[in-house]
């Protein structure tokens, strides 16, 4: 056994005193934390008549953040900025624009996009409102037309205008290259060309100049056209000429310069010589041993003398004689003015164009 050892034990105390020190406080950017907190956006997208529209496009400008409404017109969309701009969009009315209201939900009302149904069309009886038109009525303006290319005729000019008119333009002539028109086919068996009425009277249509016609209404069905009777089974082409306005006194000049061309041409022979030398090569494959048309020194003859002395060989390349380039213009110089009493209108048009 181990001897018994004497213990002593000696306890240090010590003590330590410590001092809080507080810390500064923490700077935050107010601004910063504000536009990082997102706020969401409610509210309902109604018609005139207080009914939910569904499918709208409500987007944030300048933004790609958009959203669409439901079938009750309700919308609501996440956004970081207080004051967004809010757009809304659908096919059939008007886009608007609103600022955005956190906390409260938004009631929007759309109005309905009139534009095309307060179109006012010709028809037989005066004009109408072509949401009032119930027959088949294209309404064609021809301040487009000209715009968009050089029309020298009225008919040429209504082609790919107007659905269900066919133009046909059968000659490039000068001055007579009008096209044939067909509303809606082939209607009867002899003369298929619709009814012309210009400003009332029975005419033709490529006399008038394609500067001075307002608009032209196309009446392709029965329903439109029944007023004018058996003589519109083709159809019928209104024709609404320019009217003096009660406006200030204005002068309107435009012009154009277009160059015409043969988009194809046949390549022809050249020359009598390398005619005579085809001719007799044509004889040898169909027989080797058949005598040549045409002697070697004849073909000579003619190829020697063809630019000496024109009159006894004469050489002519007809095709280069029939289709030339050629350079056409068009001028047209019009007035108007007027005022309560009294309007007028007046233009003059120059078209040279060789063909």
Request: neutral net charge; contains cysteine; charged residues 15%.
């Amino acid at each position: 056994m181990y001897p018994a050892i004497p213990l002593s034990c000696l306890l240090v105390v010590s003590s330590l005193t410590t001092q809080a020190t507080p810390f500064a406080p923490v700077k935050t950017n107010s601004k910063l934390s504000l536009a990082m907190q997102q706020t969401t956006i409610r509210g309902k997208v109604v018609d005139k008549d207080g009914k939910g529209i569904a499918n709208v496009t409500v987007q944030i400008k300048g933004t790609n953040l958009a959203t669409s409404t439901n079938a009750s017109g309700s919308f609501e969309l996440k956004s970081q900025q207080n004051d967004a701009i809010l757009i809304f969009t659908s096919v059939g009315y008007k886009s608007i624009e609103t600022k955005a209201q956190a906390g409260s939900p938004l009631t929007i009302t759309l109005e309905n996009e009139s534009k095309g149904l307060d179109e006012v069309v010709v028809v037989g009886f005066g004009t109408q409102k072509k949401e009032n038109v119930t027959g088949s009525v294209s309404s064609i303006q021809m301040s487009e037309v000209v715009e968009s290319r050089p029309v020298t005729s009225l008919s040429a000019g209504l082609a790919g205008q107007a659905p269900g008119l066919y133009v046909n333009q059968g000659s490039g002539r000068p001055g007579s290259d009008g096209g044939t028109l067909r509303v809606r086919g082939q209607g009867t068996l002899n003369n298929a060309n619709p009814l012309v009425v210009i400003d009332g009277v029975i005419g033709d249509m490529n006399l008038i100049n394609p500067q001075d016609v307002e608009s032209i209404s196309v009446l392709k069905d029965a329903a439109s056209a029944s007023i004018y009777g058996s003589r519109a089974a083709n159809g019928v082409i209104l024709i609404t000429t320019k009217k003096g306005k009660s406006e200030q006194f204005k002068v309107i000049y435009n012009n154009y310069f277009s160059s015409q061309k043969p988009s194809n041409t046949i390549g022809m022979v050249s020359n009598y010589a390398n005619y005579m030398e085809l001719i007799n090569e044509g004889y040898r494959n169909g027989d080797p041993n058949a005598k040549p048309i045409f002697s070697q020194e004849k073909i000579d003859l003619w190829r020697q003398n063809a630019g000496q002395d024109p009159l006894k060989y004469p050489n002519t390349d007809w095709v280069s004689e029939l289709f030339q380039n050629k350079i056409s213009q068009n001028h047209n110089l019009s007035f108007t003015g007027g005022s309560d009493k009294i309007k007028f209108f007046g233009s003059y048009g120059l078209l040279d164009n060789p063909g």
